[in-house]
């Protein structure tokens, strides 16, 4: 099971292949809240550049990914990474609305992601539309 393999000791280590699809899965559905406690560490910190947003502790995580009071939608187009850094370009889109480019880095470390990191432009949205989104 992935959950199982993200939680292993650093020596046992989840696979790329494991850390792939848990990523995938979370951001189809990034409000399940057995995810969020997969993937995040305890201390986690996600960042929002853009909007000088920063968000610490997986408690707030949880919190925030619960109430957003959007329906958010997201779809992966590349998604790179290796061991402790993943990286992933995606489609975002807001109740149905306008799609975003977004740049996404996850620095994990095991148990789960002490850090991320989510950037997206208003003027690439143009480019999601003809990108497949």
């Not at 995580?61 to 850094?85: D, H, K, N, W």
């Not at 095991?110 to 990108?131: E, F």
Request: charged fraction near 25%.
């Amino acid at each position: 099971m992935v959950a199982q393999s993200l939680e292993r000791s650093e020596s046992s280590m989840a696979t790329d292949e494991e850390i792939r699809v848990t990523l995938l899965r979370h951001w189809v559905d990034p409000g399940d809240q057995e995810l969020v406690k997969q993937i995040y560490h305890e201390d986690v910190v996600l960042e929002f550049p853009q909007g000088n947003e920063r968000i610490v502790g997986l408690a707030n995580v949880q919190a925030m990914r619960g109430t957003y009071p959007a329906a958010v939608a997201m779809t992966a187009r590349r998604v790179r990474g290796s061991g402790a850094l993943w990286v992933a370009e995606m489609v975002l889109a807001y109740d149905g609305g306008t799609k975003r480019f977004m740049w996404e880095s996850r620095g994990l470390l095991p148990p789960g992601a002490h850090r991320g990191s989510s950037r997206w432009s208003r003027t690439a949205a143009r480019l999601a539309d003809g990108y497949g989104g």
